[in-house]
């Protein structure tokens, strides 16, 4: 009599690891529009990744959204009355909200199709605003001291490198035939690429060679499904492979194989995103 299980359940679900990828490429395509105004090589992708980064910004929001249990909340969101400064989401909503101002204020900009300062100016507040977009999102996983993968402050470099390399990742696409773009693309994929294996590989020694819930967590990262998507697919074929692509065309000056290279990355970029997200919080549902 009276008697109960408790279910253990995943305090971040699924969609997140979706709206911390989509949150990443539209980081980085601010970036790139930025970028625009200081590389001519990147000038034919200014209004691509602007437009881009909004649109995604919708999508963002809109995954967000759906997931509150009541949907009509995120109107408090506008509200300073409800807002708890203290709360990392907090300044994550308000960072939000200011680059959706600012990405739309540049496209209006855009849209006079002029080499105006005021131009270059809200792209480089948009990319401060974009930039702050990864760094908050690894700043909520970073809070949680239960966690060990999470509980790290390089959590919000990795969101930012991966930002880069994703963005760069669709910008690479979105150029197409543009050797000079490329060539600067190619350089953005492999660095930022390169920088999110480093990182990988800190917190994957850190963690096993942990206590035994760091232990824990890296077997739950490194074996059986999640090992899979991981490690196989987040590790190998989406950063390992697409680096040594990468690198052979630096050395051979060559833009071919990009495209492969790119969308490598994408997927490796998910598949790190989700697991990072639900592997250490499948521990508390083993106990």
């Known amino acids: ?16 690891s979706v709206y911390f990828f989509v949150v990443g490429i539209l980081a980085g395509l601010s970036f790139l529009s930025y970028g625009s105004w200081l590389i001519p090589a990147l000038r034919p992708l200014r209004e691509k990744a602007a437009y881009g980064s909004l649109g995604l910004l919708v999508i963002g929001g809109l995954l967000l959204i759906a997931d509150l249990s009541q949907p009509l909340r995120f109107l408090n ?10 709360s990392p989401l907090a300044w994550g909503a308000l960072n939000i909200v200011a680059f959706g101002v600012f990405s ?23 990319a401060l605003l974009g930039l702050g977009l990864p760094i908050y999102t ?12 999470w509980n790290t402050p390089i959590m919000p470099v990795l969101f930012v490198a991966l930002a880069i390399a994703s963005g760069s990742a669709v910008g690479s696409l979105l150029a197409g035939k543009n050797q000079d773009a490329q060539r600067v693309l190619r350089e953005f994929m492999l660095w930022s690429a390169a920088a999110v294996g480093i990182v990988l590989v800190g917190m994957l020694g850190t963690t096993s060679y942990g206590g035994s819930a760091e232990e824990l967590t890296f077997l739950i990262l490194t074996t059986g499904t999640m090992g899979l998507i991981f490690v196989g697919v ?29 969308i490598l990355i994408l997927i490796g970029s998910a598949a790190l995103r989700y697991a990072l997200l639900m592997g250490p919080q499948e521990l508390q549902t083993l106990y």
């Not at 506008?78 to 203290?86: E, I, V």
């Not at 590790?235 to 790119?262: M, W």
């Open 1 to 16: 009599m009276g008697d109960y299980v408790w279910f253990h359940d995943y305090s971040w679900h699924p969609v997140y």
């Open 77 to 86: 969101v506008l509200n300073p009355a409800y807002l708890q400064f203290t």
């Open 104 to 126: 739309l204020l540049y496209i209006l900009e855009l849209q006079k199709k002029r080499e105006a300062a005021l131009g270059k100016i809200l792209a480089m507040i948009t």
């Open 138 to 149: 690894g700043y909520d996983l970073t809070v949680h001291q239960s966690r060990p993968m």
């Open 234 to 262: 987040g590790i190998i074929a989406g950063t390992a492979a697409p680096i040594a692509l990468l690198f052979y065309a630096h050395l051979r000056e060559r833009t071919t194989g990009l495209a492969f290279a790119a």
